[in-house]
Structures are given as C-alpha cells and as structure tokens.
C-alpha cells in the first residue's frame, strides 16, 4: 500500500514499502510514423512570402510555383554581409541577429504589405556534414539551427506573427522507414520548429521532411500545399 510522506522537512515521519527495478526498455520510446489523408487545401498563396533560399532548383520552382498563384517572392541567401538588391534578393549572415530584423523591416517598407509567410529551405541540405567534422557541422548548425532562431525572435520582435504561416524544410532529419538513420546535424532543427508555437502564439508553423533525391517539381508542389493546409500537425514527411 502506499502511505502520506512528509511534505515539510519538520514534519518527521518514516514509510516503508517496495521497490521494483526499472526496465531499460521502460525509460525509451521509439517514434513511430503513420499514413495519413492529404488535407483540405483551404489557404490562399496570393500574398508577401519569404523564402530562405538554400540556392537549390527546390527553391527555384517553388518560387515558380508561388508565383503564378499571385505570390510575391522576396529570396534571402546566406553571405557575409548584409545586401538588398532592391528587387526582392536579399543576402544576409545567418549569425547576425540585426540582419534578421532589417530584414522584416525593410521587405515590409518595400509595398507596405504584411508578410504572409516564411519557406525556411537553409535545412534543405542533401549531403551529410562529414563524420568526425566540428567545423562542418558547426557550419551546418549555425546556417539551419541558428537562422530559425534568429528569425523567430526577429518575428517576436515585429509584431508579425499572428496568422502568419512558417514552413521549415529539411531532408533526411526523420528515420520514417524501417532501416533509415535520422540526421543528427539537422534534427534540431526540427525540435526548434516544434516549440516555436508554444513561445509565438499565432504562428503556425509546420515542419516538413523531404526524403532524398525526389523530383523537384513533385516537392515544390508538396510544400504548396503543406503552406495551404490549415489543419493537422506541426511535423510531417513525406
């Protein structure tokens, strides 16, 4: 049976009872991935996108995509410095919190239109950080990992937030199938996306795993319609 404990440490008392030991097996679980129905497509795509573009033909076609829908396409590259080309090609250093926040500020003065979404690809990355390499993957983390973050807070920052649609893409991040082995270099992304409507609220965000070498036409209507799909959970692969 089970008795009262103390709760104070001058409240003296003694218990007894039994221990059992504990499984190993009791303390892990293991994901398990399940089919499930494409959703109702209900959102427009006409509206203020920014793409982080990873400079992949994924990128290129789903900036094709978005815009013969009516979407305008704002593209954000990694470098060294801040740039703004004027015509919605932006180059920004992933460290750099302030570039983040220039960013939003200046795409939104651009036409005075609010951003409907962000399509974050800088975790759209088909090769694997070289094993036993700190500097590839410290490279990697800095790019994926740390751009998210720096753009969430920059998001808080701003005020636009409410309704407003992230879609973070990786490849490879989830071992789906039965003999598959998740990236350890690209999985926190993921685990930042999940959060990341908890510290937001009204960011609705979704995480999308892409599995290696598919079509590139094929994924950039996959992410369409993940950024249309209203309902459902915050991960998914495909």
Same mark, same amino acid.
């Given at each position: 049976g089970s008795v009262p404990l103390p709760t104070y440490p001058f409240e003296h008392g003694s218990s007894s009872?039994?221990?059992?030991?504990?499984?190993?097996?009791?303390?892990?679980?293991?994901?398990?991935?399940?089919p499930c129905q494409t959703e109702p497509l209900n959102e427009p795509l006409a509206g203020n996108w920014i793409i982080f573009d990873d400079?992949?033909?994924?990128?290129?076609?789903?900036?094709?995509?978005?815009e013969s829908v009516g979407g305008r396409c704002n593209t954000v590259t990694a470098g060294g410095q801040w740039s703004n080309s004027g015509d919605g090609q932006f180059q920004i250093n992933p460290t750099d919190p302030e570039h983040y926040d220039r960013l939003l500020r200046s795409i939104r003065s651009a036409d005075g239109a609010p951003i409907t979404g962000v399509v974050h690809l800088w975790g759209n990355?088909?090769?694997?950080?070289?094993?036993? *390499? =700190?500097? @590839? $993957?410290?490279?990697?983390?800095?790019? *994926? =990992?740390? @751009? $998210?973050?720096h753009l969430a807070q920059a998001l808080g920052r701003s005020r636009q937030v409410e309704d407003r649609r992230l879609l973070v893409v990786t490849r490879g991040a989830q071992a789906v199938s039965l003999g598959e082995g998740p990236r350890a270099e690209i999985a926190p992304l993921v685990s930042l996306a999940q959060t990341l409507p908890q510290e937001l609220k009204g960011l609705r965000v979704r995480a999308v795993d892409l599995e290696p070498n598919a079509e590139t036409s094929a994924e950039a209507k996959v992410l369409r319609d993940e950024l249309q799909t209203t309902t459902g959970d915050v991960e998914v692969a495909w």
């Open positions: 009872g039994s221990s059992k030991p504990v499984l190993l097996e009791q303390l892990l679980y293991q994901v398990a991935w399940e400079e992949s033909p994924l990128s290129v076609e789903l900036r094709k995509q978005l990355l088909n090769e694997r950080a070289e094993p036993g *390499s =700190l500097n @590839s $993957l410290d490279d990697t983390l800095q790019t *994926s =990992l740390g @751009s $998210l973050f």
